[in-house]
């Protein structure tokens, strides 16, 4: 797709960008701006567009996760932690940065319980685990797609039997 082609159907779709941005924010002005950010970033993107994705489809997940990651840290600037308060009796969140001897089980138990799943599912699922789309999966082991999410639900059904009694 041509970058005068790819301009015009950036602004064909405003109209559905506006539309989901109302039903992310709840607010006008919000709605304008993440529509200005998300035109902006796939502008700036474009050469990650494959012609043959669904160019809507994949300008919305722009949006969608632009607007998730933006939530998230305004979650976070939000947090307010009393200064005064007993260090002592404060709930602290498991960062994750110090293993405990319990997590570490947990994690090689899990690991496996993954390690002894067929390769055929056990590739696809720990790709997918990794934040591999279904697509991009697909692609890169060349099955189709319905092959991947079969595999991975499979593969999901098989640990979650292996592991019933994990918890």
């Not at 005068?4 to 709840?26: E, G, P, V, Y």
């Not at 919000?30 to 035109?39: F, G, I, K, M, R």
């Not at 160019?55 to 200064?83: E, P």
Request: hydrophobic content about 40%; cysteine-free; glycine content about 2%.
């Amino acid at each position: 797709m041509d970058s005068s082609q790819f301009k015009n159907n950036l602004i064909n779709i405003q109209d559905n960008m506006r539309s989901l941005a109302i039903s992310l924010t709840s607010n006008v002005d919000d709605a304008e701006d993440l529509v200005q950010e998300t035109s902006l970033r796939v502008l700036n993107n474009k050469e990650k567009f494959k012609d043959n994705v669904n160019f809507k489809g994949w300008v919305l997940t722009v949006m969608r996760n632009m607007f998730i990651n933006n939530y998230h840290r305004v979650v976070r600037s939000q947090t307010i932690i009393d200064a005064n308060a007993d260090p002592y009796n404060q709930l602290v969140l498991d960062d994750g940065t110090l293993p405990t001897p319990d997590s570490s089980m947990d994690y090689k138990e899990i690991s496996k319980a993954i390690d002894l799943l067929p390769e055929a599912m056990r590739i696809p699922f720990t790709m997918y685990v990794s934040g591999y789309k279904y697509n991009e999966i697909s692609d890169a082991l060349d099955l189709p797609l319905g092959t991947v999410k079969s595999r991975i639900f499979f593969a999901r059904k098989e640990l979650q039997e292996k592991l019933k009694n994990f918890l």
